[in-house]
């Protein structure tokens, strides 16, 4: 079967040519017959320097660019590879060289940095907004490329327990599943409809870029090309039929923020990413009524494992309302979603288990990893790494991560890769990061460390890690243990050490 998700741009265009398509801030840049052109332009300018099923990276911060690139390597027949521009070089030069990238493009303020990188295979940086980006709309308008329902589409990068990143293969089928059931299951889109693009478009905001080109919707980036509370209530002003992919904290820092902006311009929060805490899904629930949509998904199964909708949020009257309030909702539509036991084994409800999932929406594997692959799809199932439960009527309740995920202002932190880092120090004998939860930034980063000898100096941690990794991975305080607390087997206990009191090192950074 042929089919490319780049139709959906050309059908839009096809039936709303003047509706406004993507816009920055309040300007408007483009209808969808002019977006449809452009994007179809650019990627002929694509073809002529790659074949179909290359892959391109895009090293971007938030930007109108995004959409369009994004879209042109789908109508050319390649494939995308988003990848988080808060990322140290080090780790970007990782996931370009896996992923095989042949070009790269990147925002001004990153590509100074990308340039210099030595990447094998890696044929060009192009600066988005210098003239070897204008010259590839040179070429004349192409067809979309055919492509296999099984073609690679977006590698999305996710770092696991090793620390290693690992490209998880979205096709796409998997992307047209996504599209279709966050259209059943979380929210209608009316042509005209907006959404505003302040969390990252290389993860959530960017997959639900894709329903709302398939309906019509416009896609709003903000100037700030990140998060401002103050920015997105004026954008709400300027706006109708609003929706925003946000992580708990931006949901909480929105509620912070201002207590009588208008907000009859939104029209649902999509949250997720991350643990919302009941009181603060209240506190949202009051100040912008039943317009909340919770979300639980991963990489590789993007966005779309189970959904609590917004006529869920606004069910008072249910006898388990606070108990569905602290769930991540129900499977989505074509998801089928288990709890089950060390064998696969589905569990009763109420029992606690590993989540696993299987439907069209889970990814194909792992980019050139098959030894990964076949251990996380094993007997046909997506094993999440996730603990939970089920109840009666199949409403999901997470109880833990056993990959044991920081989830720190809705960005992934991987404690083995931080770990990795810290342990190159002289003074570090042994260490251990877990998350510890805070009312900001949902968790923050906690390095538990054994020294060897004297205590390490903060200064110098702080130093090591941002040499190496993410300044947002960097631990928020560094505690001196005597000993690790270990099981009987040598593995750390890191529910132990969230229990421990804490004693910061003396002139520890909390810096972010």
Known sequence: ???????????????????????????????????????????AGLAARLKPNDRVGLVMKNCPRYVELMFACWHAGLAAVPINAKLHPKELEFILADSGARLCFATADLYPALATLAVPGLDDVIDVDGPAYARLFGAAPTPVAPCAADDAAWLFYTSGTTGRPKGVTLTQR???????NYLSDVDTIA????????????????????????RGGLNVVTESGGFDPAEIYALLLAHRGVTMFAAPTMVKRLVDHSADTDTSGLKT????????YVADCKAALRRFGFKLAQIYGQGESPMTITCLDKTQHADVAHPRYEQRLASVGHGFSGVEVRVADADDRPLAAGEIGEILVRGDVVMTGYWNNPGASAETLRNGWLHTGDVGSLDED?????????????????????????????????????VSVVGQ????????????????????????????????????????????????????????????????????????????
């Open 1 to 43: 079967m042929s089919v490319n998700i780049a139709q959906l741009l050309v059908r839009a265009a096809q039936i709303h040519p003047q509706r406004p398509a993507l816009a920055c801030g309040t300007r408007l840049l483009a209808s969808y017959a002019e977006l449809g052109e452009r994007v179809s332009r650019l990627a």
């Open 191 to 214: 042509p005209g409809d907006a959404i505003i693009h302040a969390a990252p478009m290389s993860h959530g905001s960017g997959f639900y870029m894709l329903p709302h080109v398939a």
């Open 174 to 180: 998997n992307l047209m599943a996504a599209i279709l």
């Open 269 to 276: 929060i999509v949250y997720g990413g991350g643990p919302m």
């Open 394 to 430: 199949g409403f999901l309740t997470l109880k833990d991560r056993s990959k044991d995920v920081v989830i720190s202002g809705g960005s992934n932190i991987y404690p083995r890769e931080v770990e990795e880092v810290l342990l190159r120090h002289p003074a570090v004998s042994e």
């Open 437 to 512: 939860a805070d009312p900001e930034w949902g968790e923050i980063v906690i390095a538990f460390i054994v020294p060897r000898g004297n205590a390490p100096d903060s200064a110098e941690l702080d130093a090591l890690c941002l040499e190496n990794i993410a300044r947002f991975k960097r631990p928020k305080r560094y505690v001196m243990v005597d000993a690790l607390p270990k099981n009987n087997t040598g593995k750390v206990l890191k529910t132990r050490l969230r229990e421990l009191p804490d004693t910061p090192v003396p002139g520890g950074t909390a810096g972010c």
